[in-house]
């Protein structure tokens, strides 16, 4: 597979993860979701849900099921968010130290999600890790626009701005959807 092909997400956002409505699940065809933790549901080193995110995830959960893969090493933090993303009494099932874009541990999530890989979605705000994972996998993936913390200057935006740039050389087109 080429560099363009694994690092093109299928759709692009230009909004947080609260923008996937049930509408664009069901134009997609996707019947579940695989949420990446820091700075897609949660800003880096938070521990909480923002209300938002939470009440979004509390309306999505209605529709699709949903996984949490982190690459975070913070086992307990990642626990603490999983508990927080309650799926009825249980926490929603999730993955810490998933190394993405390594496929091992995002095929596990995956495949507990108990669905055809192409109906799942990589739902993500990094290129390098959760979109080339995604792809890698064969899910649909959905990058998002990064939550920080507010009055926060971007910690990865360097690093966000050169993931982009490298893209955009190698034939990605990174266009959002309204």
Avoid: C, H
Avoid at 124 to 140: E, I, K, Q, S, Y
């Amino acid at each position: 597979m080429r560099w363009v092909n694994l690092l093109q997400p299928d759709l692009i956002l230009g909004q947080s993860v609260v923008g996937i409505t049930p509408e664009v699940l069901q134009a997609k065809g996707l019947k579940g979701l695989i949420l990446d933790v820091d700075e897609t549901i949660v800003p880096v080193g938070r521990r909480k849900l923002d209300e938002d995110v939470q009440i979004w995830i509390n309306d999505i959960q209605k529709v699709v099921p949903i996984s949490l893969v982190s690459n975070n090493v913070g086992y307990e933090r990642i626990r603490q968010i999983a508990e927080g993303v309650m799926l009825g009494s249980q926490p929603v099932p999730f993955v810490a130290s998933a190394g993405k874009p390594s496929r091992r541990k995002l095929r596990t999530a995956a495949s507990n999600l108990g669905l055809p890989f192409d109906q799942i979605a990589m739902v993500g705000d990094r290129l390098f890790t959760d979109v080339l994972a995604g792809n890698r996998v064969g899910l649909f993936t959905i990058l998002v626009q990064p939550m920080l913390e507010p009055n926060s200057k971007d910690p990865k935006n360097l690093l966000r701005s050169a993931e982009f740039w490298v893209s955009r050389q190698l034939g990605v087109t990174l266009k959002s959807v309204p």
